[in-house]
């Protein structure tokens, strides 16, 4: 949601496509981009049915543009993918799917996630993890939860990179890792620009990147 993760799908997604199709390529694209200070407050306050709706509006808003599918550029905001999708006649790649096929082909089974404490605490990320998947998921403790939560909505939503928040989130993956996961998914779009694979003992899934090279897989072969 934050302009910072927008920024990384943006760069990501032309990117791709000039890998694939060369020369002078870019992507044809629509972005609708939020203010975030709005979307954070109805997240913090709980007010999900406004949040659904400012997220039916956008969709709706680049299906009318002529996109032929969509993507929420957020992790946390897939809390109402299935009304986001029921709402519009395009299909709306989810960020979860993208990922979970991404660590099957890995091979992995048990999985960490870090995300927003609404991504790491509710069912709508990990149950679908879990049940379409068929992956086992672990979450910090609640303690570590919130560090994980308060350092995106604090720091990096707003481009602060903190190398003492670097060293809490790599002390919070290394007690996953020490509970048997074999990987972590960076599930929220800002943690990328904190952690990088080279930073862990296990493979890092960067939820951005993997979201954004399956939309441009989507539409190059669709």
Not at 109 to 138: A, N
Not at 192 to 200: A, F
């Amino acid at each position: 949601m934050s302009w910072e993760s927008s920024l990384e799908y943006y760069r990501i997604v032309n990117e791709s496509v000039k890998e694939h199709l060369g020369g002078l390529h870019s992507a044809k694209c629509l972005m609708h981009s939020v203010d975030f200070a709005e979307i954070e407050v109805l997240q913090r306050e709980g007010r999900w049915a406004e949040a659904t709706q400012a997220m039916i509006d956008a969709a709706r808003h680049v299906e009318a543009g002529g996109a032929d599918f969509v993507i929420i550029c957020t992790n946390t905001m897939h809390k109402m993918a299935t009304e986001v999708q029921k709402s519009i006649g395009i299909p709306l790649l989810h960020i979860a799917d993208a990922t979970g096929e991404v660590v099957k082909a890995r091979e992995l089974h048990k999985i960490g996630l870090l995300g927003t404490k609404f991504t790491m605490e509710e069912d709508f990320y990990r149950g679908r993890l879990v049940e379409k998947h068929g992956l086992e998921v672990i979450i910090p403790e609640a303690a570590d939860r919130a560090i994980v939560h308060q350092v995106i909505y604090g720091e990096l939503v707003l481009g602060k990179i903190n190398l003492a928040s670097k060293a809490d989130y790599l002390r919070i993956i290394e007690n996953l890792v020490r509970q048997g996961a074999e990987g972590i998914i960076l599930g929220c779009t800002e943690i990328g620009l904190l952690v990088k694979d080279t930073d862990s003992r296990v493979p890092l899934f960067d939820t951005t990147r993997i979201h954004a090279l399956a939309a441009v897989k989507y539409a190059l072969t669709e």
